[in-house]
């Protein structure tokens, strides 16, 4: 379920990538370096891998003075960087849920997958070793994804106890997984 972008330079790493695998910054006219992932803020943009550790190390080793030395960065930047990529993934999974291409519960999941109408699997990363086990075998070669705790989902569903959920096959699965694992880049390289 890959996209393509067009390619872009890693400030810290050098690397040539798809846009796509990336994080955009901006440096706002009084020299500060903020998120723009959403490409809106006026002043010179720069990229880096979308990656938690190239990001620590692009801070630590102040790879932002290429821009003057009046450049600043926010001592929280990972921080707010981490938050708004988990509440983006969280955000998308209950437009998912709004636009009713999300199923929860596991009898609801494991019918679908049955069906062979699901996209991918959500999983809570503190389910049970007892449904992980049945869902894993239900969802043959369907990616099962386990990035968020029962609460968060909870949360993001606005429901109680969600231990599986999964994405019917369509666009908005597409636009959900692509968020989805723009987080897991985030947290997992």
Not at 27 to 51: A, E, M, W
Not at 125 to 148: P, R
Request: net charge positive.
């Amino acid at each position: 379920m890959a996209t393509t972008s067009p390619n872009r330079t890693c400030l810290f790493t050098g690397e040539e990538k798809p846009q796509d695998q990336l994080l955009r910054f901006t440096l706002t006219p009084d020299r500060q370096v903020v998120p723009d992932f959403k490409k809106k803020l006026p002043g010179q943009g720069f990229y880096l891998t979308n990656s938690k550790r190239v990001l620590e190390n692009a801070i630590t080793k102040n790879v932002f003075k290429k821009f003057g030395k009046h450049t600043t960065v926010m001592p929280n930047l990972l921080e707010i960087v981490e938050n708004i990529l988990k509440n983006r993934a969280l955000e998308s999974i209950n437009l998912a849920k709004k636009a009713g291409v999300l199923v929860s519960g596991f009898d609801k999941v494991k019918e679908k997958l049955g069906a062979g109408k699901i996209a991918f699997v959500i999983e809570a990363a503190d389910a049970g070793a007892d449904g992980h086990n049945k869902i894993l075998a239900a969802a043959k070669n369907v990616e099962i994804l386990t990035l968020f705790s029962i609460e968060e989902l909870d949360k993001a569903l606005n429901r109680t106890n969600t231990v599986h959920a999964a994405l019917l096959k369509s666009e908005m699965a597409q636009m959900t997984y692509n968020q989805l694992q723009r987080w897991q880049n985030f947290i997992n390289s």
